[in-house]
């Protein structure tokens, strides 16, 4: 690396500590806490129970006080770059920020089924905590001579709601988690997630992509109408193939910055909720010997 531009990555990253040291910076929150280990362990739980609601509620913790760190260094780049002309502006960006960019942008659907994953699994061991004839079954569970279940987000979602049916506080959750990766956030970001993953996804900051695009969309055909005009006229039963010319644009970083904050604060939200429900029962588990 060039002595020059070393230097130039230097000052930047300085002034980058800079702004996280000063604050007023997003999340302006303190991380979640981990002390939640000895309250669960000290209850009476089925077999490995405590052991798996520990381990997966310390993930979830960490999955989401991640994301909090990555944006509060993403919200403290965009005030350095701001200063920069656009040809410094990308060097810094390609250099610092695009890879913590791309991961919160894919963190609201990460989260979303995260949550959704380790409420299943605590739930489901809670309930088997509080006996009452509950069964450890669970839907999507194998049976003999059948292939694994593979659920849905839909079908997973369904699961868990019927998992916390028996409190008020259940479908409070099930709210909080719906309300992450939501359709507004996908369409703001150009369903950056499921692009980015699975096909071409926007860029970031700079730069178009797929200039041209193929659909299949239901055929037309010029129709006269009485007073001497066309119209297009649906034909039915038959398709025909489109292409269009336009491209995505790229996403812009403080717009997009702020709409992952958003999905932050919810997922957050959903987490306090899940949380909330599982110790106010897990205080009703008998003390272990």
Request: hydrophobic fraction near 35%.
């Amino acid at each position: 690396m060039k002595t020059k531009y070393a230097a130039f990555l230097r000052t930047a990253f300085s002034r980058h500590l800079s702004k996280l040291d000063a604050g007023d910076i997003e999340p302006k929150l303190d991380y979640l806490p981990y002390d939640f280990d000895g309250k669960i362990a000290e209850r009476k739980w089925h077999v490995f129970g405590a052991m798996m609601v520990v381990d997966e509620l310390r993930e979830i913790t960490n999955i989401i006080n991640h994301w909090h760190g990555l944006l509060l260094r993403w919200h403290a780049w965009n005030k350095v770059i701001a200063d920069y002309n656009e040809e410094d502006a990308w060097e810094l960006r390609r250099e610092f920020l695009e890879p913590l960019a791309h991961h919160c942008l894919l963190s609201p659907s990460a989260a979303r089924d995260t949550l959704t994953f380790v409420a299943t699994n605590s739930i489901h061991q809670l309930r088997l905590a509080l006996g009452g004839g509950y069964k450890d079954h669970m839907d999507g569970d194998s049976a003999p001579g059948k292939k694994p279940k593979y659920l849905t987000r839909a079908r997973k979602e369904e699961r868990l709601k019927n998992l916390v049916s028996p409190w008020i506080e259940g479908g409070a959750l099930l709210l909080a988690i719906e309300a992450i990766d939501d359709n507004t956030y996908r369409e703001a970001t150009s369903d950056y997630r499921n692009r980015s993953s699975h096909a071409i996804g926007p860029r970031l900051a700079l730069g178009h992509t797929q200039a041209v695009t193929r659909s299949v969309v239901p055929a037309t055909k010029l129709k006269k109408q009485p007073d001497g005009t066309y119209k297009d006229e649906l034909i039915p039963g038959k398709m025909s193939i489109c292409y269009g010319v336009g491209g995505t644009p790229p996403l812009d970083m403080e717009q997009a910055r702020k709409d992952n904050l958003v999905q932050y604060h919810r997922a957050r939200h959903g987490y306090v909720i899940y949380r909330n429900l599982l110790f106010a029962e897990i205080n009703k588990l008998p003390k272990a010997v």
